[in-house]
């Protein structure tokens, strides 16, 4: 099984590749932002529990985060690679993913960033807001998941970069431009695994 995580900053275009991803070598995305929103948007308890956390842009705790990840694997047992976009954001996420992929007698096969710069992250966050009224978009709330990001998730790169998973990738460029060059990464995973 092939477990792919996309990584990068809010707003460097992990969605939007994620889905072209999944598309492409059927595998099953989960984005645990898109699983929030939709938690929000039905009004469940969990929504309830996590909208005001996520509107001021600060993280859902580290516990409620795994088990979510746990659920939305199993109901797509059948899969034969996920992707994981938006997660794991903290050191805690990470070896809370890693245990529980050695329970599963899985791992993480690889972790892809998208390298994308400060500028151009809140450029696109701010038309993001335009376009898709966020909540978590705007000017105040972007600052405070870039400083999360910084403080909290980038130290991720060196826990994956010691692991020998870890690639960056130009973020920056035209949508195709930026699938085929992770395409030309992961076509070779996929014909070893
Ligand atoms: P995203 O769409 O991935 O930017 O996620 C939107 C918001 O959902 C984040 O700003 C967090 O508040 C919350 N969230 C999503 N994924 C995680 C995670 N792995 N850990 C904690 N909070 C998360």
Same mark, same amino acid.
């Given at each position: 099984m092939f477990n792919l995580i996309i990584f990068g900053a809010p /707003?460097? /275009?992990k969605g939007t590749q994620s889905a072209k991803i999944a598309t492409k070598y059927h595998f099953t995305h989960i984005s645990t932002g898109d699983i929030f929103r939709k938690e929000i948007k039905n009004q469940t308890p969990l929504g309830k529990r996590v909208k005001e956390v996520i509107d001021s842009g600060h993280l859902v705790s580290d516990e409620l985060l795994i088990e979510i990840i746990e659920k939305a694997m199993d109901d797509d047992d059948n899969s034969h690679g996920f992707i994981f976009d938006g997660f794991p954001r903290t050191l805690r996420q990470a070896r809370d993913m890693d245990v529980m992929m050695h329970r599963h007698k899985e791992c993480v096969s690889l972790v +892809?960033? +998208? @390298?994308?710069d400060r *500028? =151009?992250?809140i450029a696109r966050l701010l038309n $993001?807001? &335009? =376009? *898709? /009224? $966020?909540? @978590? @978009?705007t000017e105040e709330?972007?600052? &405070? $998941? +870039? %400083?999360?990001y910084q403080n909290q998730t980038s130290p991720l790169i060196d826990y994956y970069k010691n692991q020998g998973k870890f690639i960056s990738i130009n973020g920056v460029g035209? +949508? %195709?431009g930026i699938f085929a060059e992770i395409c030309r990464v992961v076509d070779p995973y996929l014909a070893v695994n």
């Open positions: /707003g460097s /275009g +892809l960033a +998208l @390298d994308v *500028q =151009e992250i $993001r807001a &335009k =376009e *898709q /009224g $966020r909540v @978590d @978009d709330v972007i600052c &405070k $998941r +870039l %400083e999360v035209t +949508l %195709e």
